[in-house]
């Protein structure tokens, strides 16, 4: 079983920023795919941006030059770095973590992005 814990969530204004951690407890962090999720209210879960194993990115468009994911496999830590923050990116942030035979989620933690 591999836990993630969540942090660096919160309040800001539009236009600010904020950075997202996700610790992994697991020695084998390097061969799983990480990626962050969000959920707004009455809409359903979606992928904000993944990296793979080979440190390949994706982003959904409406984070693409926003946002930026990055991996430490020494601290077995992701990072999402939002810029630019929108009321619409407003959401609970899910950290995920997810191999061949297992997939794992964090608590999340709330974003606000509000003036």
């Known amino acids: 079983q591999v836990q993630l814990v969540e942090s660096g969530g919160g309040l800001v204004q539009p236009g600010g920023s904020l950075r997202l951690s996700c610790a992994a407890s697991t020695s084998f962090f390097r061969r799983y795919t990480m990626a962050w999720y969000r959920q707004a209210p009455g809409k359903e879960r979606e992928l904000v941006a993944n990296v793979t194993s080979s440190d390949n990115r994706n982003y959904v468009d409406s984070v693409e030059g926003r946002f930026t994911l990055s991996r430490d496999n020494a601290k077995n830590t992701v990072y999402l770095q939002m810029t630019n923050l929108r009321p619409e990116d407003t959401a609970v942030y899910y950290c995920?973590?997810?191999?061949?035979?297992?997939?794992?989620w964090g608590q999340g933690t709330q974003v606000t992005v509000s003036s």
């Open positions: 995920n973590a997810r191999s061949i035979y297992a997939d794992y």
